[in-house]
């Protein structure tokens, strides 16, 4: 049986990363400290500086990912007095100049969000999942991630009229389209881009952590069984933790030695109930 590897490593990623080879990696799935976020751990970017910082770091990414791979990038704008910030929007821009495809964008509806106000508007209750690629035919196996159809089955479906039989046959290939008819009789059906995990609250560990379903919902999309998944802003390590319940290889690279420590003591702690199907490196 093939082992697997979870390697965890300590230091400035745009170093680390440069020791990883080139078209290795399969899935790259992280959330960098959002622009004057976590200022006493990582140091605080501002926003007219994020692109300048970042891009280092993309061009490490763009070239340990294989042609076939994916990049998810979970960030946020931040609002400052009344108005929003584009650094977002400029790093997509950059990141696109830089060789990146923006293939896709995914909202992470927050929805055990607590309530709040502002003067000028409502509490945030989503964030970016931003997906970029090498290469427009990218592996990805939507099958595994399919939802049961829901009540939708005895609502919209039960009552067509003619012209959801016949309208918009797909020009993509898929032989769904707009006709409606054709989801009849079946129990799953492909999610939308907007996906929905509760917040991880009261953590003593991190200041920022994923939830578990966040990378778990992409490595099922973009990788199979033995496939690389790096996160180079690792934290305290969901993402090696999840790759490795999930049977896949992964790297994470984190700079403070205290989270580095937390992520490895997680392994070690999943390998002994995965000893008997599993080896990992760490």
């Known amino acids: 049986m093939q082992e697997i590897q979870t390697k965890i490593l300590l230091g400035d990623n745009k170093e680390v990363l440069r020791q990883l080879g080139e078209n290795s990696i399969d899935l790259i799935v992280t959330s960098p400290p959002y622009a004057d976020r976590r200022k006493q751990t990582y140091g605080g970017v501002k926003p007219e500086k994020y692109v300048e910082w970042f891009l280092p770091i993309g061009q490490q990414l763009l070239r340990v990912l294989k042609p076939t791979g994916t990049f998810i990038l979970n960030i946020k704008e931040k609002a400052e007095k009344r108005e929003r910030s584009s650094y977002v929007l400029e790093l997509i821009l950059a990141l696109r100049n830089q060789g990146w495809l923006w293939t896709e964008e995914f909202i992470w509806h927050k929805k055990n969000c607590y309530p709040g106000k502002w003067p000028n508007r409502f509490r945030d209750a989503w964030e970016r999942l931003l997906q ?17 159809i829901g009540d939708w089955a005895n609502g919209r479906l039960r009552n067509l009229s003619a012209i959801d039989k016949v309208r918009d046959n797909s020009k993509s290939g898929s032989g769904f389209g707009k006709n ?24 003593k560990n991190h200041s920022a952590v994923f939830p578990e379903e ?4 992409f490595i099922k999309l973009f990788t199979k069984k033995y496939d690389w998944v790096l996160d180079p802003f690792l934290g305290s390590g969901t993402t090696t933790e ?23 003591a997680k392994v070690m702690q999943k390998e002994q109930s995965l000893f008997h199907h599993n080896r990992v490196s760490i």
């Open 132 to 148: 970029f690629n090498k290469a427009k035919n990218f592996a990805m196996y939507q099958e595994d991630v399919m939802v049961p």
């Open 180 to 203: 409606i008819s054709n989801w009849l009789n079946r129990d799953k059906v492909y999610p939308t881009n907007v996906v929905q995990f509760a917040t991880v609250c009261n953590n």
């Open 214 to 217: 966040l990378p778990e919902w």
């Open 242 to 264: 999840v790759a490795q319940r999930m049977e896949r290889n992964s790297i994470g690279i984190e700079i403070v030695p205290e989270y580095v420590e937390m992520a490895k």
